[in-house]
């Protein structure tokens, strides 16, 4: 309900304002005459107060502060009222600079008079209204459990989320306290509440009936996210996380706008640090062709490539509806960016990177001297019950894109592959490995530079564990994993394509990269927090149950070959991986029996040529072991 409007009409808002008014003249009088004012100057009343008071209730009436909401006074209004009281204020000295100037050389308001009046006028109306503010505050929920939150950050973003809570009564939430790594705000107060250690938060949440912990700050490392996620879980505090300032609406922060943390949020790593001079001389103005643009991979590389200004980008895709959902969001990110004459021109190609002819037309129309090759067939199940297509596109498709990458002159070819191409136990992870090593094998031809970057699962992937968990809780459950001791590494979309644009920008041609993807998962633990993440509990509200291994799946996974060792570059997270150097005839003639082979249809004898040209892939959980039973008799 709207307080103001039911208990004060907005005229009787008006009175009172030049009722205080009225009350500040009376005091400038008596503090300027030490209290005894001269009768002298109370003959003067008779004028000086008719013309201060209707002078204020005309600026108060024109400029419409009575219609303001007292309850959401802000700065804005405050700023307001001063420039009113002292605009109005100026005008009293005017008027007696004019009248000086008259026969009788007389003041309306004395100058002294003017000065003190213009203060304490502002100070009491201003004043009144932040009383009534809190007031009201209070008394909106003084009938009501009001619910604890602790804030983590006591700086500007932590005082910006306090007062967005305390902004939105509805919420009915009171802040406890803040927490805050700075020593030197320990024990210090923030608008009346404490600053403690973060030390103290168990403490805190032992003694208290805790809600809501928000997470304010930006610069929390994921290790400490990890740490006060863990403690507040455990207490059924749920942790809450604001986002980054350009997603605030105005400029503002409203309570509504912070959300839960994600598991996303508590498995990334602290930002990565690029060399963003030798990145940009890589792509700008060049024309970059990307395949698999539309895919999580590629279109994150479209995204992250853009600010360094290509000349062009050639996106080429075979899924229509997300290629065109790609077009429209490069198109609003130009327009962010402000457009006009150095805007990236880009150009949208729907087409099946194993069709050599339109592969051809693209590159002699497009003319790339950067590819980045993302486009390929992923999932481990699917690829084991269909080895045609996953020679198809991950070994036939790339020897096509990187013959044409030699014929056509292009600087630099960045192959995505994946950590499932080492050691491989599925046709996915084989048919990877085979185009790896054509791959490093063309660094031979031509002038081009082959570059291979190796990696695990990403966040948020199309068919990736996370987003299948978040449906599964959604819909009540069980969420399914296949094996109670299986692990995965994991990396976020944008960490992986940083790294995938930062080797190919330090690559020569010819090297693996392998990244770092930080310590491995266990995929139990990951369902059990993104459980309590939710809100629920393990076999009250919502059931795990294990599956089994899927047909060609890893219970644990590699970045490297065991015959491999890795050499470090500049960058930390980035490694190259001394990989067995392979010749172009030999694993060139080897495709060609793959390709002869696809046209039969025998995925046995397919999937046992592959393990000819990979001797290190050994199926599991799959029909194919059969084949290793042959070689190992």
């Not at 809780?473 to 969420?479: D, H, T, V």
Request: charged residues 20%; proline residues 4%; hydrophobic residues 40%.
């Amino acid at each position: 309900m709207n307080v103001v409007r039911s208990f004060l009409p907005r005229w009787s808002i008006l009175l009172i304002d030049v009722f205080f008014c009225f009350c500040s003249l009376t005091l400038a009088y008596l503090v300027r005459f030490n209290f005894n004012i001269p009768v002298s100057e109370r003959g003067t009343f008779i004028y000086v107060f008719p013309f201060v008071l209707i002078s204020r209730g005309i600026s108060f009436y024109v400029t419409g502060t009575y219609r303001n909401i007292i309850r959401y006074m802000g700065s804005r209004d405050v700023v307001q009222m001063v420039l009113i009281i002292s605009s109005v204020s100026a005008f009293f000295a005017i008027s007696n600079i004019i009248l000086y100037f008259t026969p009788e050389k007389h003041f309306i308001v004395p100058y002294s008079i003017v000065i003190i009046e213009c203060f304490s006028s502002a100070f009491i109306l201003i004043a009144i209204r932040m009383i009534y503010k809190s007031i009201y505050s209070e008394a909106a929920t003084f009938s009501k459990n009001r619910q604890n939150i602790i804030i983590y950050g006591a700086n500007d973003a932590g005082l910006i989320t306090k007062r967005a809570v305390d902004r939105d009564a509805g919420n009915n939430y009171e802040v406890l306290a803040f927490l805050d790594e700075n020593k030197n705000n320990w024990g210090k107060r923030l608008e009346g509440v404490t600053v403690y250690s973060p030390g103290k938060l168990k403490e805190l949440l032992e003694s208290n009936d805790v809600a809501n912990l928000v997470l304010s700050a930006s610069d929390i490392s994921y290790e400490r996210k990890n740490e006060i996620t863990d403690t507040c879980l455990t207490y059924n505090t749920k942790v809450l996380n604001v986002p980054p300032i350009n997603h605030w609406i105005n400029g503002e922060l409203s309570f509504k706008q912070i959300k839960n943390v994600r598991i996303e949020d508590l498995l990334g790593r602290n930002p990565i640090v690029l060399d963003k001079d030798k990145i940009e001389s890589q792509l700008k103005n060049k024309t970059v062709l990307i395949t698999g643009a539309a895919g999580s991979i590629g279109s994150e590389i479209v995204r992250q490539i853009i600010p360094y200004k290509p000349a062009r980008l050639v996106l080429v895709d075979q899924a229509e509806s997300a290629l065109y959902d790609l077009q429209l969001e490069i198109s609003e990110m130009l327009v962010q960016m402000g457009g006009g004459s150095t805007s990236v021109q880009y150009k949208v190609y729907l087409a099946d990177i194993c069709n050599q002819n339109r592969m051809e037309a693209i590159f002699k129309d497009a003319q790339p001297q950067i590819v980045f090759h993302a486009a390929a067939y992923k999932h481990v199940p699917v690829m084991e019950e269909n080895p045609v297509e996953a020679i198809n596109v991950n070994v036939l498709g790339t020897r096509i894109l990187a013959d044409l990458s030699v014929k056509y002159g292009v600087s630099a070819f960045v192959m995505v592959s994946t950590d499932k191409a080492i050691n491989p136990t599925g046709v996915m992870g084989a048919s990877k490995r085979i185009a790896e090593m054509y791959v490093q094998s063309m660094s031979s031809k031509g002038k081009t530079k082959f570059i291979t970057t190796r990696f695990g699962n990403v966040l948020g992937s199309s068919g990736s564990v996370i987003p299948r968990f978040k449906q599964q809780i959604e819909n009540g459950g069980p969420i399914t994993i296949t094996h109670p001791e299986i692990t995965r590494f994991f990396m976020t979309i944008p960490e992986s394509c940083q790294l995938v644009l930062e080797a190919g920008a330090i690559g020569r041609g010819g090297e693996a990269f392998v990244f770092d993807m930080g310590k491995s998962v266990k995929v139990l633990d990951l369902a059990k927090k993104m459980i309590q993440l939710s809100g629920l509990t393990l076999d009250k509200d919502i059931k795990i149950i294990y599956t089994g291994l899927r047909p060609g799946e890893k219970l644990y996974e590699e970045l490297l070959h065991n015959s491999e060792n890795t050499l470090p570059t500049h960058h930390p997270l980035i490694m190259i991986a001394k990989v067995k150097e392979y010749d172009f005839n030999t694993i060139s003639a080897y495709i060609d029996e793959l390709a002869t082979l696809t046209s039969t249809k025998d995925d046995m004898k397919i999937v046992s040529k592959m393990k000819q040209i990979v001797p290190e892939y050994i199926s599991n959980n799959s029909v194919f072991e059969e084949l290793d039973k042959k070689v190992s008799s």
